[in-house]
């Protein structure tokens, strides 16, 4: 495979496609799928875990279950003196906002927000704004999301 990292190869990246679709997939059902001994995946995976190509195994959540159906992503914008480590951590505060992802040009900021409704999204946007670092926003509430399936079958 082309601009594959050096310790990488096609059996260890069919490891993390089948680990990226399913963390608790069971070492035994790996192997079967990638025709490796068990200890093989196993070590595998290990080395893959120390190199830091795996950083840890998460949940996929329901949130509309959770009581938080409305998605949003807002785009935050900043006075040019603000450091990019204070944009990072403008929401450590506030739970509902997912992420913050800092960005090169315009937007500063993208906010990745869960809410229950719309006036709790509005108060988290009003949250943001009332830093007094941020200087304007722009949201854009989520209607569907869809992931893309993966040319290659693992």
């Given at each position: 495979?082309?601009?594959?990292?050096?310790?990488?190869?096609?059996?260890?990246?069919?490891?993390?496609?089948?680990?990226?679709?399913?963390?608790?997939?069971?070492?035994?059902?790996?192997?079967?799928?990638?025709?490796?001994?068990?200890?093989?995946?196993?070590?595998r995976i290990e080395r893959l875990e120390q190199l830091k190509i795996i950083l840890g195994y998460t949940t996929k959540i329901d949130h509309v279950k959770?009581?938080?159906?409305?998605?949003?992503?807002?785009?935050?914008?900043?006075?040019?003196?603000?450091?990019?480590?204070?944009?990072?951590?403008?929401?450590?505060?506030?739970?509902?906002?997912?992420?913050?992802?800092?960005?090169?040009?315009?937007?500063?900021?993208?906010?990745?927000?869960?809410a229950h409704d719309v006036q709790h999204l509005k108060s988290v946007i009003d949250r943001l704004r009332s830093s007094g670092r941020v200087t304007g926003?722009?949201?854009?509430?989520?209607?569907?999301?869809?992931?893309?399936?993966?040319?290659?079958?693992?």
């Amino acid at each position: 495979m082309k601009d594959l990292p050096e310790e990488l190869d096609e059996t260890d990246l069919a490891i993390l496609g089948l680990l990226s679709k399913n963390a608790r997939r069971t070492l035994g059902d790996i192997s079967e799928r990638v025709a490796l001994s068990v200890p093989a995946v196993k070590r595998r995976i290990e080395r893959l875990e120390q190199l830091k190509i795996i950083l840890g195994y998460t949940t996929k959540i329901d949130h509309v279950k959770m009581g938080r159906p409305i998605e949003a992503f807002t785009e935050l914008r900043f006075a040019g003196d603000v450091r990019v480590d204070a944009i990072a951590c403008i929401a450590d505060d506030i739970p509902e906002v997912e992420a913050v992802f800092t960005m090169a040009g315009d937007p500063d900021a993208l906010a990745w927000i869960r809410a229950h409704d719309v006036q709790h999204l509005k108060s988290v946007i009003d949250r943001l704004r009332s830093s007094g670092r941020v200087t304007g926003t722009k949201t854009l509430i989520v209607l569907g999301t869809s992931t893309p399936e993966k040319k290659r079958d693992f």
